[in-house]
Nanobody, 126 residues
Framework: QVQLVESGGGLVQAGGSLRLSCAAS????????MGWFRQAPGKEREFVAA????????SYADSVKDRFTISRDNAKNTVYLQMNSLKPEDTAVYYC???????????????????WGQGTQVTVSS
């Protein structure tokens, strides 16, 4: 079992920044791909970003590319999502997710991940 706990959400004005954190426990964190998803009211949960087990490969949704940065610290069992130039359309509950993988393939589909956090709310005001 893997437990994930997100933090760092909040209310920010458009153009501002937030950094989300996701702390993992339960198994060898460094053997897992980590992903961030988000879900806005009335919408499907969508892929935001993912990072390989060693941080060497990253992937982003087109809507956040060049604004968001995913990173990880395996010594701290934590993955981060730095969000800059935030827009009102970034408002959503953000979830981190993980699956075991020692390769460089980064899944983008919800069903491909095995474990999920409880989510953290991000609200961007215009």
């Amino acid at each position: 079992q893997v437990q994930l706990v997100e933090s760092g959400g909040g209310l920010v004005q458009a153009g501002g920044s937030l950094r989300l954190s996701c702390a993992a426990s339960g198994r060898t964190f460094s053997s897992y791909v980590m992903g961030w998803f988000r879900q806005a009211p009335g919408k499907e949960r969508e892929f935001v970003a993912a990072i390989s087990w060693n941080g060497g490969v990253t992937s982003y949704a087109d809507s956040v590319k060049d604004r968001f940065t995913i990173s990880r610290d395996n010594a701290k069992n934590t993955v981060y999502l730095q969000m800059n130039s935030l827009k009102p359309e970034d408002t959503a509950v953000y979830y981190c997710a993980t699956k075991y993988s020692s390769g460089s393939y980064l899944p983008r589909l919800r069903y491909q991940y095995n474990y999920w956090g409880q989510g953290t709310q991000v609200t961007v005001s215009s």
